[in-house]
């Protein structure tokens, strides 16, 4: 993998039963949402549906363990969600889920099919190594307010994935940051697909697959490499 990830002790400690999954893809084709994208997204709220039959998603186990784990660092699972559980909200809502570009689109069907978080970064603009870590406080994180790009700093202890440069996604996977989001011309890219106990490796290890699938699909000719769950 030319990108490297790597998951600090301390995050071990707090969550010994996480798991990441990484797909790293080369080439790849990305524009405007489309038919094909929003069908994407529509089929997932509808395996959401199925699989939760009526509940909540935060009763999803694989949820459960994930609002543990934010409580476990210190942030208030109800108000700041993991990017799986806000997505599963906006698919069983009226407004839906939104539709931002060909690769976002993507990703987020992905995640709300298998209530997983996945996040998806643009290879060109990490600097350095990515890491998953708790941070000192002191790390930026470049994101938007009020229309207008600003720079913030997560709480000392937060979990946080960051490059050499910053903070790429603050409290695990709540908020990307803009610097490293992929856009549409986004070419290369790494998308993180990230789970607790009870969920599975088998289970994580078939949504990589269907992602991978369908970045092949997009993107015909592209280099697509599934990094096996660790």
């Known amino acids: 993998m030319t990108l490297t990830l790597t998951v600090s002790d301390?995050?071990?400690?707090?969550?010994?039963?996480?798991?990441?999954?990484?797909?790293?893809?080369?080439?790849?084709?990305?524009?405007?949402?489309?038919?094909d994208s929003s069908a994407l997204l529509d089929d997932a709220a509808r395996r959401l549906a199925g699989r939760l039959d009526g509940r909540a998603p935060h009763e999803d186990a694989h949820l459960a363990a994930w609002r543990a784990a934010y409580t476990a660092f210190g942030a208030k699972p109800s108000r700041t969600r993991n990017s799986a559980e806000a997505l599963a909200k906006r698919a069983l809502s009226d407004a839906g889920l939104p539709r931002i570009n060909l690769l976002v689109d993507l990703y987020n069907a992905i995640s709300v099919a298998h209530l997983i978080p996945v996040g998806g970064e643009d290879t060109d603009r990490i600097v350095g190594g990515m890491r998953l870590v708790r941070a000192t406080g002191e790390e930026p994180f470049a994101t938007v307010a009020g229309g207008e790009t600003t720079v913030e700093r997560p709480e000392p202890g937060e979990v946080v994935w960051c490059d050499d440069e910053g903070v790429t996604c603050r409290r695990w996977n709540w908020r990307q940051g803009v610097r490293t989001r992929l856009t549409e011309e986004s070419v290369n890219a790494v998308f993180l697909l990230e789970s607790l106990a009870p969920m599975t490796r088998d289970a994580l290890d078939a949504a990589g697959a269907e992602l991978a699938e369908s970045l092949e699909k997009l993107s015909p000719g592209a280099r697509i490499t599934v990094h096996p769950a660790r």
């Open 10 to 35: 301390e995050v071990c400690t707090l969550a010994p039963g996480f798991t990441h999954l990484a797909v790293e893809a080369h080439g790849l084709v990305n524009g405007p949402s489309n038919t």
